[in-house]
């Protein structure tokens, strides 16, 4: 099972960026699949979460702001992010439980990098 995380960069204050992360393999299911950051010097952080019946939850930093979804048939998992701001400023993984022929666990992607200035 691998996890491929995309869509990080550079944007300015108030920008938009969309990050995809996809999994692959042999795969039975996907059930949670979620969002985090880490910012230099600070813990990993839960940003979004979202169930396999498409419950969410945000962290209160990012609620209003970002979107979590998932496209099941593509094994995929979207964070839409608006209105960024300095402090999004982050590596952002991706990690989903997924069951596989390997049985079940929580898996990671590799980061991709948000970088928020002007």
């Known amino acids: 099972v691998q996890l491929q995380a995309s869509g990080g960069g550079l944007v300015q204050p108030g920008g938009s960026l969309r990050l995809s992360c996809a999994t692959s393999?042999?795969?039975?299911?996907?059930?949670?699949m979620g969002w985090y950051r880490q910012a230099p010097g600070k813990q990993r952080e839960l940003v979004a979460h979202?169930?396999?019946?498409?419950?969410?939850a945000y962290a209160d930093s990012v609620k209003g702001r970002f979107t979590i979804s998932r496209a099941n048939a593509k094994n995929t998992v979207y964070l839409q992010m608006n209105s960024l701001k300095p402090e999004d400023t982050a590596v952002y993984y991706c990690k989903n439980y997924v069951c596989s022929g390997y049985g079940c666990g929580d898996y990671w992607g590799q980061g991709t990098q948000v970088t928020v200035s002007s």
């Open positions: 979202i169930t396999s019946s498409g419950g969410t």
């Open positions: 393999g042999s795969i039975f299911s996907i059930n949670a």
